[in-house]
């Protein structure tokens, strides 16, 4: 078994945890739910989310919600929930008639608010945020440089009778008082080591119209008091979430206890971090609105969109995260294995075809002239049912500028004057020449001499051929545009910007190659966008939808080269 499945194994304390509670009757059944903020498009760290949410209610025959976690009216969008809606069932999740808004909770969580004033555990505060802060005080290293955290300072509004807070509290939902003038405090205890359990905001005062209630409300609940008590109202039995949240237990735990709801549990998982690459929405919307990338689409993004657009699938995105495990520490996963599992994926399924990147004339001086022949290719070696289909050859085709040298260096079995190689599916052929342009002494074309022996690429006379290159017909083929990929960020952390500098300054100048003149074999204008393919000895690659009628546009997926294949070797 090789590390990676290891690890899926070994770490599933989710499941164990929640066997456990079914088994001690805590709960009859699992419910959990994943719980994004439209504020933003979904990247491959909360796929991960998804795996375990979904995941884990499959596990034990529960069902999975999806809820909009939505009280933030400055950053949510109507449009992000359709693209989030889109993009969980693009992964293969289906949260079937169990779609919920936070939003349609407001007044059921206005009224538990009243609760907790009435037991004497929130009240209304007229300290400025500014003031708040100070009052709570903050974690200070001593003089042995260990961290400790003094005791916070109470309000001078913390001591308000419950008539007055209530008044007061319905007075702001009226909308008596400006914004920022006045918060609703659950009173907790300002001298607990967890500064989140100093008396946190529950209610904030914001004149900002909602995307779904519109003005209906001028104050909005805060994340800490709305999620439990959202989990609550839904039956959540297990609340799923990323290890940063682990500080907030006590204040999930306090709420549903004081409150009296349903008992929802909390468990934290690890983050999903990513080499090469940034995995939070707050970095991904700067590189949009920056416009460092084309949008929550670019194919070198770390989005659900960006991956499906560069062409991975729902199945190398799972495989992906079974592999990768549930553990309960952070870690940083090898960008390698995402490529390795949509490369076996894609071997599977992708039909191949013949496409030239950057074209160089190749032309067989000993061609008949005019003349056309039809060859076979096999669409998949991997897939015998993907049948065959039909190629033209010509006297003059186009081949890899890469794939001829003047003077070639060593161990080179490709073209150069006097070596033969074999063009696939085609027939052997030998180097005689070429063309160079007189001025700029660049190569314009390469002269060949074919066997006529030789054809689908047999050597009869047991030859020895050692090289085999791709091609198009010159005068057959479609004109492409192949867009390139590298990682957009060169260093494999770039969230560790050193000091003075930003993320932003670590992305890669070449993050994005366009070979813009490049050729594809005639079946290739029949590929619909979307659909994966593999251009032999290049890549996976993929339809883009920015292609034109007569001049498509092929995303690179990933390059044949698996390096994590080569590391898994190394390593068992
Ligand atoms: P970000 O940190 O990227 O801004 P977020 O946590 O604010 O994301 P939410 O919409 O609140 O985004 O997240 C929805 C769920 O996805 C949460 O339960 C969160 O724990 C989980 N999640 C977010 N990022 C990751 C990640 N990198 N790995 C695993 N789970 C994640
Ligand atoms: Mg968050």
Redesign the pocket.
Known sequence: MDEARKEESGADFIRDAVAKDLADGKTAEVRTR????P??WL?I??A??IYVDFGIAQTFGGKCNLRF?DTNPEKEDLSYVEAIQRDVRWLGYDWEDRLFFASDYYEKLYSLAQLLIRKGLAYVDDLDEAQIKEYRGTNVPDKNNITFTPPGKNSPYRDRSVEENLDLFGRMRAGEFPDGSKTLRAKIDMANPNLLMRDPVMYRIRREPHYRTGTAWCIYPMYDFQHPLSDAIEGVTHS???L??EIHRPLYDWFIANCGVFPSRQIE?????ITHTV????L?IQLVREKKVSGWDDPRMPTIAGLRRRGYTPEAIRDFLGRIGIAKTDSMVDIQLLEHCVREDLNKKASRYMAVLRPLKLIIDNWPEGRVETLLAVNNPEDPEAGSRQIPFTGTLYIERDDFKETPPPKYFRLFPGNQVRLRYGYIVTCTGFDKDPATGEVTAVHCAYDPATRGGDAPDNRKVKGTIHWVSAQEAVPLEARLYDYLFAPERPMDAPAGSSFLDAISSESLEVAGGAFGEPAIAGIAVGQPVQFERLGYFCADPDSAPGKPVFNRTVSLRDTWAKIEKKGS
């Open positions: 994943f719980p994004p903020e504020n933003g990247h760290g909360h991960k989310a976690d799923l979430c990323s940063e949240y998982f690890a983050r999903l971090n995995l939070s929405k707050r991904l």
